[in-house]
């Protein structure tokens, strides 16, 4: 009952935490900076992938699939953006293409009205290995003065808090249904702290930009 | 599945996430203290490197003067001497002495061309090595140098200066005197100027120094885009003289036409 009432609470707040990143993204609607741009559409995909359930329950599934991959697409267009490097382009490339393939089979086999919980554990490897790899390039690279304004480590940082938070959830979902009642509070807390990162790699643009220097990715 | 499995099961995935969860927040705080580490052994590793760079270039700027003095003293002690001497013993020899006119005359050209020979080495010898910076200051120097190449029928060059002179070391006001030279050379050779003005004023500790021209002034892309020897010779040691002195130099245009350098250093 209590676990009920406090799992709700958090979902709310989870689902209009959304409208953070949004509506900063939306200050910073002329920003030249591609990450930005590529930022704000997955934003908004969350946010439709989010308020879905207030419009009908019944097709909570078939968004929450296609949420998964617009969202594996995007991510990983950012994170080809953000190494600008031509092998992990290509290595990035394929894993787009499988994961499309991917999703296409689950789809033709299990069905789209069911919750495929293999797409969302396989990206959360996928990103967090990248994560991790980006992590790495920044370090060698030594090009950001101070990573804490730099709005690519803050997006860096929400992805891995997310998708580490939300690993197991996801793999124990599918091989126990009764971990479903788990599932909202625990993901609500990850998806709340992504949203209030996102919203502070798009302040800190928002920032750089208006002072005329740039802190954002090349 | 059992209650006793259920409850493992969610024991390991509370566990889990909290696992994941503190290995990725350990990662994060690694990355910003690496990378914090990493830049201040990269700043300082450059700090030394711009260190030893400085150090080479200000021997080899000492090299230069030296070399340019001892040049300067043989000039005015050696060859300067001897035309002295030879001078002396071409006064012994009277026109009037001579066999013929043709004698008489080829005697008085050739004293007229020692007269000549014997002021072109003092210049190159003054030049080298300006005695008026030791003696009387930079400012006065300066002043020396353009009365020197002011040419009232051709390119003048105006001085003007602000403010009571702070005498530097030895070694700065040299660096600040082969600046001024070398932008006067510039705008001689590059810039078609007719005039040229130099000014020097010494305000709050801080002594500015200006040199227009109203020639052709410079290609400000071409300038911005390259760096280093590629601007030409003359821009690059001014460069290096002037980051060994830590002042700063800008290169622009006058609204009117024409370029102008300044340069501002703290003199105490």
Same mark, same amino acid.
């Given at each position: 009952? @209590?676990?009920?009432?406090?799992?709700?609470?958090?979902?709310?707040?989870?689902?209009?935490?959304?409208?953070?990143?949004?509506?900063?993204?939306?200050?910073?609607?002329?920003? #030249?900076?591609?990450?930005?741009?590529?930022?704000?559409?997955?934003?908004?995909?969350?946010?439709?992938?989010?308020?879905?359930?207030?419009?009908?329950?019944?097709?909570?599934?078939?968004?929450?699939?296609?949420?998964?991959?617009?969202?594996?697409?995007?991510?990983?267009?950012?994170? #080809?953006?953000?190494?600008?490097?031509?092998? /992990?382009?290509?290595?990035?490339?394929?894993?787009?293409?499988?994961?499309?393939?991917?999703?296409?089979?689950?789809?033709?086999?299990?069905?789209?009205?069911?919750?495929?919980?293999?797409?969302?554990?396989?990206?959360?490897?996928?990103?967090?290995?990248?994560?991790?790899?980006?992590?790495?390039?920044?370090?060698?690279? @030594?090009?950001?003065?101070?990573?804490?304004?730099?709005?690519?480590?803050?997006?860096?940082?929400?992805?891995? /808090?997310?998708?580490?938070?939300?690993? *197991?959830?996801?793999?124990?979902?599918?091989?126990?249904?009764?971990?479903?009642? *788990?599932?909202?509070?625990?993901?609500?807390?990850?998806?709340?702290?992504?949203? @209030?990162?996102?919203?502070?790699?798009?302040?800190?643009?928002?920032?750089?930009?208006?002072?005329? *220097?740039?802190?954002?990715?090349? | 599945?059992?209650?006793?499995?259920?409850?493992?099961?969610?024991?390991?995935?509370?566990?889990?996430?909290?696992?994941?969860?503190?290995?990725?927040?350990?990662?994060?705080?690694?990355?910003?203290?690496?990378?914090?580490?990493?830049?201040?052994?990269?700043?300082?590793?450059?700090?030394?490197?711009?260190?030893?760079?400085?150090?080479?270039?200000?021997?080899?700027?000492?090299?230069?003067?030296?070399?340019?003095? #001892?040049?300067?003293?043989?000039?005015?002690?050696?060859?300067?001497?001897?035309?002295?001497?030879?001078?002396?013993?071409?006064?012994?020899?009277?026109?009037?002495?001579?066999?013929?006119?043709?004698?008489?005359?080829?005697?008085?050209?050739?004293?007229?061309?020692?007269?000549?020979?014997?002021?072109?080495?003092?210049?190159?010898?003054?030049?080298?090595?300006?005695?008026?910076?030791?003696?009387?200051?930079?400012?006065?120097?300066?002043?020396?140098?353009?009365?020197?190449?002011?040419?009232?029928?051709?390119?003048?060059?105006?001085?003007?200066?602000?403010?009571?002179?702070?005498?530097?070391?030895?070694?700065?006001?040299?660096?600040?005197?082969?600046?001024?030279?070398?932008?006067?050379?510039?705008?001689?050779?590059?810039?078609?100027?007719?005039?040229?003005?130099?000014?020097?004023?010494?305000?709050?500790?801080?002594?500015?120094?200006?040199?227009?021209?109203?020639?052709?002034? *410079?290609?400000?892309?071409?300038?911005?885009?390259?760096?280093?020897?590629?601007?030409?010779?003359?821009?690059?040691?001014?460069?290096?003289?002037?980051?060994?002195?830590?002042?700063?130099?800008?290169?622009?245009?006058?609204?009117?036409?024409?370029?102008?350098?300044?340069?501002?250093?703290?003199?105490?």
């Amino acid at each position: 009952m @209590l676990l009920g009432s406090i799992s709700s609470k958090l979902y709310y707040v989870s689902v209009f935490s959304v409208l953070v990143p949004l509506t900063i993204f939306i200050i910073n609607w002329k920003s #030249r900076n591609s990450l930005i741009r590529l930022l704000g559409l997955l934003v908004i995909t969350s946010a439709l992938g989010d308020f879905v359930p207030f419009i009908s329950a019944r097709i909570v599934p078939i968004s929450g699939n296609l949420y998964n991959l617009f969202q594996f697409l995007l991510l990983g267009l950012i994170f #080809r953006r953000l190494f600008d490097n031509q092998a /992990i382009y290509k290595v990035i490339n394929i894993l787009m293409v499988g994961y499309i393939l991917l999703c296409v089979i689950q789809f033709l086999t299990v069905g789209i009205a069911v919750r495929i919980e293999s797409l969302r554990y396989s990206s959360a490897f996928i990103f967090i290995t990248l994560s991790l790899c980006f992590y790495f390039k920044m370090i060698k690279d @030594l090009e950001v003065e101070n990573l804490l304004k730099y709005p690519a480590f803050w997006f860096n940082t929400a992805i891995l /808090i997310y998708f580490s938070g939300n690993l *197991f959830i996801y793999i124990f979902s599918e091989m126990l249904p009764q971990t479903h009642r *788990f599932y909202m509070p625990i993901n609500a807390v990850f998806n709340s702290t992504k949203n @209030l990162f996102f919203a502070y790699a798009f302040w800190l643009n928002y920032k750089s930009e208006r002072v005329g *220097f740039k802190l954002s990715v090349r | 599945m059992n209650d006793a499995q259920q409850s493992d099961f969610i024991l390991t995935l509370f566990i889990g996430t909290a696992g994941m969860l503190l290995l990725a927040g350990g990662i994060v705080f690694f990355v910003l203290f690496y990378q914090k580490r990493m830049l201040k052994s990269k700043i300082e590793k450059q700090e030394m490197e711009a260190n030893y760079q400085k150090k080479l270039l200000k021997a080899t700027i000492d090299s230069q003067e030296k070399e340019r003095e #001892r040049i300067a003293s043989e000039l005015h002690d050696g060859v300067g001497a001897m035309l002295s001497t030879v001078k002396l013993y071409l006064n012994l020899l009277s026109p009037e002495a001579s066999a013929n006119q043709e004698d008489a005359e080829s005697l008085t050209d050739t004293k007229g061309l020692l007269d000549d020979t014997i002021e072109t080495v003092r210049g190159i010898s003054k030049e080298l090595l300006p005695k008026a910076l030791e003696m009387s200051g930079l400012t006065k120097a300066v002043e020396e140098l353009c009365d020197k190449i002011d040419n009232p029928k051709g390119l003048r060059v105006r001085f003007a200066e602000e403010g009571a002179e702070k005498r530097l070391e030895k070694e700065k006001e040299l660096l600040v005197y082969r600046i001024i030279q070398e932008l006067i050379n510039n705008a001689i050779k590059h810039s078609q100027a007719q005039k040229i003005e130099v000014k020097i004023g010494w305000q709050n500790g801080t002594l500015n120094l200006a040199v227009m021209d109203d020639g052709v002034g *410079f290609d400000m892309d071409e300038v911005n885009q390259r760096s280093g020897k590629d601007r030409g010779i003359g821009l690059y040691t001014i460069e290096n003289r002037a980051s060994l002195l830590n002042a700063d130099v800008d290169f622009s245009n006058n609204q009117e036409g024409g370029a102008r350098i300044e340069l501002s250093m703290q003199v105490g």
